[in-house]
């Protein structure tokens, strides 16, 4: 290259040199290039809940009752029932002695962020009641002497059965 040219005008030189330093300055400002790269790492969420922890369920005090009608009431207290009652339920266990079944549940939702330019998908699976567990939730309290007893603490209600939710959100 010709560097005569250079050499006799330093005026020019600086002036070139000037200008390719804040053209590149400017052109630099403009690159698309970050220091890191956009990377979406795997989520794993977990979120742990007790359904039905108060003690009114979960491994509360069970209680047998025994319904009387006004004659046995009366038979059995000496007074009668009180007015515009038809039946008494009286205690046969005394409270906090008789304790049912610890209720575990495990729910669980996997999910993952995809990319797709300026669009955003959140796909994800919940699993409800993980293990299947048939835990009793709600009991028979009533003692029934005709049947000596035979539905007093079977299980009225149970946990709901195992079950999947497949979800898909876009965000744009």
Do not use: C, H
Not at 19 to 33: E, K, T
Not at 82 to 106: C, E, F, K
Request: net charge positive; charged share 15%; no cysteine.
């Amino acid at each position: 290259m010709n560097t005569d040219l250079f050499i006799r005008r330093p005026v020019m030189t600086t002036l070139v040199m000037a200008g390719l330093l804040i053209f590149g300055a400017m052109a630099y400002r403009q690159l698309p290039v970050s220091d890191l790269p956009t990377v979406d790492f795997p989520t794993i969420q977990i979120q742990a809940g007790l359904p039905g922890a108060d003690p009114g369920t979960n491994g509360a005090s069970r209680t047998a009752t025994y319904r009387m009608n006004a004659a046995q009431f009366l038979a059995a207290t000496g007074r009668p029932l009180a007015t515009g009652l038809a039946q008494q339920d009286v205690n046969l266990v005394l409270p906090g002695t008789v304790y049912g079944d610890r209720i575990s549940n495990v729910d669980m939702r996997i999910a993952k962020v995809l990319r797709f330019g300026k669009y955003r998908t959140n796909v994800g699976l919940d699993i409800y009641n993980l293990m299947n567990s048939n835990t009793p939730t709600a009991y028979e309290t009533v003692y029934d002497p005709a049947t000596n007893g035979a539905r007093w603490l079977q299980p009225t209600a149970v946990l709901l059965p195992r079950f999947m939710r497949f979800n898909v959100q876009v965000d744009f």
